[in-house]
């Protein structure tokens, strides 16, 4: 599964941005995705998930209310709806798939797309 992100830039706090990560290949094998974020001098955190079966999400607490995950599977595309963004939401952030059969699954990442927020 190869993953390519889009849609970062550079907004004013307060501002929206949706992402878009565009999945290819085995695709029929996701079983997640998910975006990450990782601030210069941080650890890489989970921001959003969704599961391939029944669209479960899960968020981080500092995002709750703010972001929003989805996925178009008739796209192989997932995004994630950013609003009333900070200047804390600043980081790269990743695409990320878990994918496989049975026990043996794998981990694809994008190359990351760059989010500034403004104060």
């Known amino acids: 599964v190869q993953l390519v992100e889009s849609g970062g830039g550079l907004v004013q706090a307060g501002g929206s941005l949706r992402l878009s990560c565009a999945a290819s290949g085995s695709t029929s094998s996701i079983n997640a995705m998910g975006w990450y974020r990782q601030a210069p001098g941080k650890q890489r955190e989970l921001v959003a998930s969704i599961t391939s079966g029944d669209f479960s999400t899960n968020y981080a607490d500092s995002v709750k209310g703010r972001f929003t995950i989805s996925r178009d599977n008739a796209k192989n595309t997932m995004y994630l709806q950013m609003y009333s963004l900070k200047p804390e939401d600043t980081a790269v952030y990743y695409c990320?798939?878990?994918?496989?059969?049975?026990?043996?699954?794998?981990?694809?990442w994008g190359q990351g797309t760059q989010v500034t927020v403004s104060s």
């Open positions: 990320n798939a878990d994918y496989g059969y049975g026990p043996i699954s794998f981990s694809s």
